[in-house]
Every structure is written in structure tokens, then in C-alpha cells.
């Protein structure tokens, strides 16, 4: 009988996604997934309820936001992924070669300083 809140366990990547909403397309960081849901990093404006469609690599799922906060949103699926989406994901993953959060946060603070971006 697993214990906590989910069922499964959550594969931890780091991977370049995209939300898409009826509105407009986002650029984030796919953090972690499992079979149910996946948690996020964005700097984008979503709301709990918004249905969304999480696109990375060749796959992509329909689902809904569950929580946002401090620039992660979780996310829980409206069908769970095939297992097999889930170790392609883990290959793509040993694959990827995004910079850790130390080397993006120091990117934002000099984006920051340059007044390229906003926080």
C-alpha cells in the first residue's frame, strides 16, 4: 500500500517542454513525471483548473493544473501514460544536457541586470 499523496513514484528529469492552452504556447522545464501527473517550471501565469496539453520530446499529454507555486505548477494527467513513455522520457532524459539551477538562475540574474528580462 504506497503511503503519502501519490501512487506512484515520480521520475525526476530535466527536460525542455511546452504548455499548450487554447490561448498561447509556453516554453518550460519538464522537472519530474509519473504514470498520473508531472510537475513543472515556468515563468508563465497558469491557474489551478486550466486544462493544458504538456508537449516534450515526441509525446505530449492532456491535462490539468493542480497547484502553482514559486514558478512550478504540478500537473495531473487525464489518462496515464504508458509505461514506455515513461522509459523513452528516461532516455531523453540522459540525453539532455540543460544546465542545472544553479547555471540558469545565474543566466536569469544577468538577463536581469542587462534589463533583458523581468522578474
Known sequence: MPSGRRSQSRLRVRL??????????????????????????????????????????????????????????GLAFVEPLDRRVLLDTRALNDAAQLPDDRAMLKQIASQWVRGVRRL
Open 16 to 73: 525542455p517542454a511546452r504548455i499548450e492552452t487554447l490561448a498561447e504556447d509556453f516554453q518550460v522545464i519538464l522537472a519530474d513525471l509519473s504514470g498520473n501527473g508531472a510537475r513543472f517550471l515556468t515563468d508563465a501565469r497558469l491557474a489551478p483548473g486550466s486544462e493544458v496539453v504538456l508537449a516534450w520530446g515526441r509525446h505530449e499529454a492532456f491535462g490539468e493544473v493542480v497547484w502553482c507555486a514559486h514558478n512550478q505548477c
